[in-house]
C-alpha cells in the first residue's frame, strides 16, 4: 500500500473516531485543568494526573495545552505568582 494512501485511511479513521465525544471529553479535562490551577496546582503536574492521562491520549493532551483558556489560565497563575512573592530569591 502507497504511503499516500495510508495517510487516507489514517486520516478517514481518525476522523470516524475522533467524533464529537471525543471533544466533550477535551472540554471536561480543560474545565479539571482550569480548575485545578485556580487550586493552586502546577500545570505540568496536572498533566500528569491519572484523570487527564486516562480521558486523553498524548496528541488531545498537546492540542489542550494550546487551548486558549488554558494559555489564559496559566499566565494567570503565573502572575499569581510573581505578585505573592513566592519566587523572590531575596525572600528565601
Same mark, same amino acid.
Given at each position: 500500500?502507497? #504511503?499516500?494512501?495510508q495517510g487516507v485511511l489514517a486520516r478517514f479513521w481518525n476522523?470516524?473516531?475522533?467524533?464529537?465525544?471525543?471533544?466533550?471529553? #477535551? *472540554?471536561? /479535562?480543560? %474545565?479539571?485543568?482550569? $480548575?485545578?490551577?485556580? *487550586?493552586?496546582? $502546577?500545570?505540568?503536574?496536572? /498533566?500528569? %494526573? #491519572?484523570? /487527564?492521562?486516562r480521558n486523553l491520549s498524548q496528541s488531545q493532551i498537546e492540542r489542550v495545552l494550546q487551548d486558549p483558556r488554558i494559555v489564559e489560565a496559566a499566565r494567570e497563575h503565573m502572575q499569581e505568582e510573581f505578585l505573592s512573592g513566592r519566587l523572590d530569591p531575596g525572600k528565601r
Open positions: 500500500m502507497s #504511503e499516500e494512501r476522523r470516524i473516531f475522533s467524533s464529537r465525544s471525543s471533544t466533550a471529553r #477535551e *472540554e471536561r /479535562v480543560i %474545565e479539571y485543568i482550569i $480548575h485545578r490551577m485556580n *487550586e493552586g496546582a $502546577h500545570l505540568r503536574d496536572i /498533566v500528569g %494526573e #491519572e484523570y /487527564v492521562r
